[in-house]
């Protein structure tokens, strides 16, 4: 393998860290997305299938990929792996002459992994450099027949056990694995795993046993990654052993599967020791020892099963792709629902204030007591002058008038944005539970939420006492608090525009003779109705006196002035409330960042046509490999015969 080509690998590793699939995708939920399902129809249970495959190709990159990408000389490791009860552990125990993992009667026997390795290969095993992500752990008292035995202590954590035994070859690492279909399922789980960093599968069975379903669900995952396979049928009938030997073959042939090695092991006594006659596994320890005085023929089952590994992560690459594609349409669709109900919001104010629904009831009732009805305005002057003069005389001497139509606006504002916000809210809820990604997150969000205020946060205002006592305020509360107080704010800032505004003295001496506050009225009243740009609407208030209003603020500044006023008035306060809905908005988008699918679909396809491309190249290497292999083989056997 080049050093690009383990870069890219190392590329696909890092890119897994960035596919979090926040989101309870249904496949089929999202039509339309890009890619399809390429490897085992994993895909189309959903997102929580995908998760399950994300994080076990993580493991197998750290535990295998890698670390034999980097090393294909490393010790061939050899993971024995079988269902309940059929004698792993003693096989291994017979392999090594003596007893050195747990066996016996009680399930499970092997609740820990054990590692066995001459002491040479130490180095190349370690954490490092072979399954890092398994701790490993220490055990003493070895004694055949001692409960001490590894791999069955329940007190040790889950972790991998090292011994060191000369029995071994050099080159070859034997791993006794919980059993596959255990009652526990942490040992299923980890038994998995190691199959999944093993580099060639001693599969042990019974006679009894060898058609179960759950061992050939591994035995079938494991030919799709062309992991090498070598099979001990034990615990066969004298007599029968031709017979279910024969069956096997067939069914591992009707799998596509290809032994490296089939060896049948009749029922017999065990010793003392609880292990077989040395003689029952005469081939099979003799095809070992030749595995490990042969690294050429070593590295090439390594090289086949890893190239078959790296096939397959393309493929599951590609699943990812297609569920990623999934996630980002899912996601991009729940952002637009958050995105297009609360511009409708924004609309919906927009509107109120140019339609001159705001300039109605209270606030209507407010203006007439401040400027007075239409009879008394028919009644002025017709020179705008004299009439600037009347009103100003009249509403100087009652400024609390001015403050009410302050407040009534106040309300009326205050009103229509609760409502839409509000009507914002439920609809965008209302939308995302029409899909199960949107119910996810829905999830995150109905847990009741409040806030405690801190005193020293709050300003003394009677009616913020509640708050200044460190009470907690609902969501709702603390958005109304908001929006009352951005109101506030804009109309001193209606206010400082007057000021600014009448800077020149012949303008601040006419609009004193109304007074600042009537004035700032006059033009909050102005911002609703010039701006709007419907006819009739400041004929429509109190009789005709928003006109005289305006006609008032135009003896004063202008036309182009009020005008250009009233739109900067309108302005600041669609803003300052297009900031209040976005703070609203605020539990939607803050979920949706947290569930943000980051990885592009199209970067993790193009991961997997590179992925594709590398474990091509690898298989062609491993063929070539082999075909070397086993020529090199039949040349040695044609010499030895002709030498005998």
């Known amino acids: 393998m080049t050093t690009t080509d383990y870069a890219q690998l190392k590329a696909a590793r890092e890119l897994l860290t960035r596919i979090p699939l926040p989101l309870d995708v249904e496949a089929g939920e999202t039509p339309g997305t890009p890619y399809t399902v390429t490897h085992d129809g994993t895909a189309e249970h959903g997102t929580a299938t995908a998760r399950t495959l994300l994080a076990a190709m993580a493991r197998q990159l750290d535990d295998y990929i890698l670390p034999r990408s980097a090393s294909v000389d490393n010790p061939l490791t050899i993971v024995v792996g079988g269902s309940t009860g059929a004698g792993k552990s003693t096989l291994v125990n017979t ?19 054990v590692l066995l390795h001459r002491a040479e290969d130490e180095a190349a095993l370690s954490p490092e450099r072979f399954l890092p992500t398994l701790p490993r752990t220490r055990t003493s008292g070895m004694n055949a027949g001692s409960q001490a035995l590894p791999g069955l202590d329940p007190k040790i954590a889950r972790a991998l056990i090292p011994i060191t035994t000369s029995a071994l070859p050099q080159g070859i690492a034997l791993i006794d694995a919980p059993d596959i279909d255990s009652v526990s399922e942490e040992n299923r789980t980890l038994a998995k795993e190691l199959l999944s960093a093993a580099d060639l599968w001693l599969f042990v069975t019974t006679a009894n046993r060898y058609a179960d379903a759950v061992p050939w669900e591994l035995l079938h995952e494991a030919a ?4 090498a396979i070598a099979v001990v049928l034990n615990r066969v009938p004298e007599g ?30 065990r010793d003392a020791s609880g292990m077989l006659a040395p003689v029952s596994l005469a081939p099979l320890t003799l095809w070992i020892r030749e595995l490990g005085a042969d690294a050429p023929a070593r590295a090439a089952i390594a090289r086949q099963t890893l190239a078959g590994a790296v096939e397959t992560l393309a493929g599951n690459l590609q699943v990812l792709a297609a569920e990623q594609a999934r996630q980002q349409a899912a996601h991009q669709s729940l952002a637009t629902i958050v995105a297009e109900e609360y511009e409708d919001a924004l609309t919906t104010i927009d509107g109120a204030l140019s339609d001159g629904s705001l300039l109605r009831g209270e606030v209507l009732s407010r203006w007439h007591d401040f400027v007075g009805t239409g009879d008394f305005f028919r009644s002025l002057d017709s020179t705008i002058g004299r009439l600037r003069d009347r009103v100003g005389s009249a509403l100087r001497g009652q400024p609390a008038a001015a403050q009410k139509v302050e407040d009534a606006l106040e309300s009326g504002i205050h009103a229509v944005v609760l409502d839409a916000a509000a009507r914002a809210s439920e609809n965008t809820r209302t939308r995302w539970r029409a899909s199960r990604a949107g119910r996810s997150l829905l999830a995150r969000l109905d847990a009741p939420q409040a806030v405690s205020v801190a005193p020293q946060t709050v300003s003394a205002a009677p009616e913020q006492n509640a708050e200044a006592k460190g009470e907690v305020q609902s969501a709702e509360d603390i958005f109304s608090a908001a929006v009352a107080e951005q109101i506030r704010l804009w109309q001193g800032s209606v206010l400082e525009m007057i000021r600014e505004e009448g800077a020149d003295k012949r303008k601040r001496a006419r609009f004193l003779s109304l007074g600042v506050n009537a004035t700032a009225v006059m033009l ?30 135009e003896s004063i500044f202008g036309e182009d002035a009020v005008r250009r006023m009233a739109t900067r008035a309108r302005t600041d306060l669609l803003e300052r409330m297009a900031d209040l809905l976005t703070e609203h908005a605020q539990p939607f988008t803050a979920v949706l960042e947290e569930t943000d699918p980051q990885a592009d679909a199209e970067d993790i396809h193009r991961a997997a046509e590179q992925v594709q491309a590398i474990a091509a190249e690898m298989s062609t290497q491993s063929q070539t490999t082999q075909r070397q292999t086993t020529q090199r083989q039949a040349a040695a056997h044609t010499n030895g015969t002709v030498a005998r």
Do not use: C, W, Y
Not at 97 to 108: C, M, N
Not at 224 to 227: E, G, M, Q
Not at 257 to 262: C, G, K, Q, S
């Open 95 to 113: 392999l090594l002459g003596e007893p050195l993992t747990q066996s016996g009667a009680i399930r499970p026997t092997t609740r820990h992994p």
């Open 224 to 227: 799709a990654r062309s992991i």
């Open 240 to 269: 029968d052993e031709e017979a279910i030997e024969n069956d096997l073959r067939r069914m591992l042939d009707e799998a596509g599967i290809h032994a490296v090695l089939i060896h049948t092991v009749t029922e017999q006594p």
């Open 524 to 553: 909050m009243v102005a911002a609703f109705s010039l701006t709007g740009g419907i006819t009739g609407i400041e004929a429509g208030i109190a009789g005709g006196s928003g006109v005289v209003g305006t006609k008032l603020l």
